[in-house]
């Protein structure tokens, strides 16, 4: 069973808040990703870490930022929410070692109202 | 770089038959090539992954997905759907470092 874990599950707030979406594992990973996923649609790769204070943008061009201050906590922060930031973020862990899959949390759904 | 792409967005089939959810890569490197299975809500789960050893995998719930490097293709079968099936199906490539999924294969069961 991964341990990784993405706080809150669900969260419904209005325009204009920010927000920081947590995402924590506890086996060590080096590697970590947050991903965007609109319902039923495929992966984008918003944000990654190679390790602590490593952090990039991914494919998908997005307003939100992130912090890797420790191996085990990823978080991402929105300084203001709007209605297009209404997604599902999932996050993601991989290790080093080259053939292992990738771990993902449960995800957050949210919604900017 | 390396892709992947499924064919097939949407797939429906009725429920004891066959389930075949097509995966094609591209892949400078030899590849690792997994499956996630991914229901309503939740994040994604390993259904199986290729990682150079044998070439027909077998994974959870009664999966297997067969790589084929003259095809580029690592496609996921069941021999029986059935109804909790329903979900959505990534296939995924990696060179070790970096990982690319494709679109998703939404999977529907039908009574």
């Known amino acids: 069973e991964a341990d990784i874990y993405q706080t809150p599950r669900y969260l419904v707030i209005g325009t204009g808040k920010k927000i920081t979406l947590e995402c924590s594992q506890t086996m060590g990973h080096d590697k970590m990703y947050w991903y965007q996923q609109d319902p039923g649609m495929e992966l984008h790769l918003i944000h990654y870490s190679y390790g602590v204070n490593s952090t990039e943008k991914g494919d998908l061009s997005s307003e939100s930022t992130v912090s890797r201050i420790r191996t085990e906590h990823f978080p991402l922060t929105l300084e203001s929410a709007r209605p297009s930031h209404t997604s599902q973020y999932l996050c993601a862990s991989i290790p080093w070692t080259e053939n292992t899959e990738a771990f993902f949390g449960q995800g957050t759904r949210l919604t900017v109202v | 770089a390396q892709s992947v792409t499924q064919l097939g967005s949407h797939v429906s089939v009725s429920e004891g038959a066959l389930v075949l959810l097509r995966c094609n890569y591209s892949s400078s490197v030899p590849p690792y090539l997994f499956w996630y299975v991914q229901y309503p809500n939740q994040g994604l789960q390993l259904l199986l992954k290729y990682t ?47 990982f690319v999924f494709g679109p998703g294969t939404r999977l529907s069961v039908l009574p």
Not at chain 2, 78 to 88: G, I, L, R, W
């Open chain 2, 52 to 98: 150079s050893a044998a070439t027909l995998v077998k994974g959870i719930n009664g999966f297997e997905a067969e790589f084929k490097k003259s095809e580029t293709s690592f496609h996921l079968t069941k021999p029986s759907a059935h109804m909790s099936d329903a979900a959505e199906y990534f296939c995924a490539v990696s060179d070790g470092q970096n």
